[in-house]
C-alpha cells in the first residue's frame, strides 16, 4: 500500500482490501503491521499439524496450550478461516448402497402415479440390509401408496 499510495486514494486502497480506516492509519503511522494473534495463529497451526489433520474447530480450542488461557471458539473458527485449514470428518461421503456391476435397471411400474380406485391396489415394497453386532439383519418393508399403511418384517437368515 505505501508503493500505491502516491497513485490512488488512502479510502480506495481501504474498500478494495476491507479494512478500517482506523487500523489503516494506525498501520501506516507505525510502518508496520501489527499482529496480536501471531502466536495463537502458530498455536492453532501446531495442533492441526499434530493431529494429523484432523482436528476442527472444536477440538482444536480444547487442544490448544494453557498459556493462551482459552481463547473463544470464535477467535479460533476465525484464525483456523485465516490459515485455509480444515478438519477431516472421517466417513463423510460413505454411500450407503451401491449397484453391482451386474445389476439390471428396475422398471418403475407404478410410474410415479400413487393414486389408486380402492385401497391396497399399489403396495410398494424394499428390502435393505443393516448390519448389527450379531450379523446382518434383513428388513423387508411394503407400504400402500393410497393408504399409506406400512408393514414390515425382519429376518436375520
Keep these: 500500500m505505501l508503493a500505491e499510495r502516491a497513485g490512488f486514494p488512502i479510502k480506495l486502497m481501504a474498500r478494495i ?5 482506523p487500523g489503516l ?3 501506516l503511522s507505525s510502518g508496520c503491521l501489527r499482529d496480536g494473534w501471531s ?4 498455536a492453532v497451526h501446531r495442533v492441526w499439524l499434530e493431529s494429523d489433520r484432523r482436528f476442527g474447530v472444536r477440538f482444536m480450542e480444547c487442544f490448544l496450550p494453557a498459556e493462551f488461557s482459552r481463547p473463544s471458539l470464535c477467535r479460533v473458527r476465525r484464525l483456523v478461516r485465516e490459515l485455509g485449514i480444515r478438519g477431516c470428518t472421517p466417513n463423510a461421503k460413505k454411500r450407503a448402497a451401491i449397484p453391482g456391476s451386474k445389476a439390471r435397471l428396475r ?5 410415479r402415479d400413487s ?3 380402492v385401497p391396497t ?3 410398494v415394497g424394499d428390502i435393505t440390509n443393516l448390519r448389527t453386532g450379531e450379523g446382518w439383519l434383513h428388513l423387508a418393508t411394503a407400504i400402500g401408496l393410497n393408504t399409506r399403511m406400512a408393514g414390515w418384517s425382519p429376518s436375520s437368515a
Aim: glycine fraction near 8%.
Design 115 to 117: 393414486t389408486s380406485p
Design 17 to 21: 482490501l476491507g479494512a478500517g480506516m
Design 107 to 111: 422398471l418403475d411400474l407404478v410410474r
Design 121 to 123: 391396489y399399489k403396495p
Design 39 to 42: 502466536a495463537e495463529r502458530e
Design 25 to 27: 492509519y494506525s498501520w
